[in-house]
């Protein structure tokens, strides 16, 4: 099984309401991470779990909380979202941790979840 | 900052014509891997090139690295309409940024049937 799953695919909310974005993979992988990409851009890093650990926070602002319950299991929640944060939110996961610069090995992504804040 | 800069930002071909995407990087990398993105979908890993590595192929795809002048090429050959995406080169960089992949701008590539 060679596929992370991302649930909803598409999220309509309003400023005030409370979502989670969720992603899932079975491949044993222990690196995770959630991207934000605008239309035409590239993805933009935003957390990165490494060992069900928050290893990495690009400097993300509070309205969102990433979780990592478990090895296979990875949220995002969102609270006072603003217009600009409309976007899609990708999930990917890599084989290994972070250790020596292993973040940087194939990365599997999510189809995504396609964010519209009202 | 942004790592890789790919050339052409946008390239419109014919079915069964041979496509080129370049990529152009400043910093010393691990790897740089090729990525393509179907419209408003996930990434999907072509293939990936060690450093150390300066060709590689993988079915229609021929990926070429130069290290010296910090770039490296993908070539699709006998372009198919399913082929049409936009393609991202993604650089594993070395050094102070070694936890993840730093993606370029994307070149979109439309196969015309």
């Known amino acids: 099984d060679t596929e992370v799953t991302q649930t909803p695919k598409h999220l309509v909310m309003g400023m005030t309401n409370k979502k989670s974005l969720k992603c899932e993979q079975h491949?044993?992988?222990?690196?995770m991470y959630w991207y934000k990409q605008k239309a035409k851009k590239p993805p933009e890093l935003m957390f990165v779990?490494?060992?069900?650990?928050?290893?990495i926070n690009e400097s993300v602002p509070s309205r969102f909380s990433p979780e990592c319950p478990n090895s296979s299991l990875l949220n995002l929640h969102l609270h006072a979202l603003q217009p600009e944060d409309s976007a899609l939110y990708l999930c990917a996961s890599s084989r290994w941790g972070l250790a020596g610069g292993r973040g940087t090995d194939t990365q599997y992504f999510g189809p995504g979840t396609r964010l519209t804040v009202l | 900052s942004q790592q890789g800069e790919e050339d052409p930002q946008a390239l419109s071909i014919q079915e069964g014509e041979n496509a080129t995407m370049n990529c152009s990087y400043k910093?010393?990398?691990?790897?740089l891997q090729w990525y393509r993105q179907n419209s408003g979908r996930g990434l999907v890993h072509l293939i990936l090139i060690r450093s150390n590595e300066r060709e590689k192929h993988s079915g229609r795809l021929r990926v070429t690295l130069d290290t010296s002048k910090k770039s490296s090429s993908l070539l699709i050959t006998a372009s198919r309409a399913a082929d049409t995406a936009s393609y991202f080169c993604?650089?594993?960089?070395?050094?102070?940024?070694?936890?993840?992949?730093?993606f370029g701008k994307g070149t979109l590539l439309t196969v015309n049937p």
């Open positions: 779990y490494s060992y069900e650990k928050l290893s």
């Open positions: 491949m044993g992988h222990r690196a």
């Open positions: 910093t010393s990398i691990n790897n």
């Open positions: 993604a650089t594993g960089n070395s050094g102070g940024s070694n936890y993840k992949l730093t």
